[in-house]
Nanobody, 125 residues
Framework: VQLQASGGGPVQAGDSLTLACAAS????????MAWFRQAPGQEREFVAG????????SYADSVKGRFTISRDNAKDTGSLQMNSLKPEDTAVYYC???????????????????WGQGTLVTVSS
């Protein structure tokens, strides 16, 4: 599986941005997908995750109510809609897939098998 994240860029605080994740070489429709982020000098942290079917989602407390994760299994894509962005949201954002069958959404980076290359989101105040 190859994952390609895109959609990052510089924005102002309060703006919205949508990140996209496209899978190739192998379908990820049966896998949990998640978004993580990593700010300079910090560890990679869980942002949001979505079950294989798309009916269950999970969010970090810091983004709950502002970010929305979704997926389109027919197109093998996922997205992260980010609203009311804050400077502390500045980070490189990564999409990831967990290939364990019937997996639950996990928040630990080591649980994920495939990663996109990351897309930088910079939020200025």
């Amino acid at each position: 599986v190859q994952l390609q994240a895109s959609g990052g860029g510089p924005v102002q605080a309060g703006d919205s941005l949508t990140l996209a994740c496209a899978a190739s070489r192998r379908t990820i429709s049966g896998y949990v997908m998640a978004w993580f982020r990593q700010a300079p000098g910090q560890e990679r942290e869980f942002v949001a995750g979505i079950s294989a079917s798309g009916d269950t989602t999970s969010y970090a407390d810091s983004v709950k109510g502002r970010f929305t994760i979704s997926r389109d299994n027919a197109k093998d894509t996922g997205s992260l809609q980010m609203n009311s962005l804050k400077p502390e949201d500045t980070a490189v954002y990564y999409c990831a897939a967990d290939v364990r069958r019937l997996a639950s959404i996990r928040t630990v980076p080591g649980s994920y098998d495939y990663w996109g290359q990351g897309t930088l989101v910079t939020v200025s105040s």
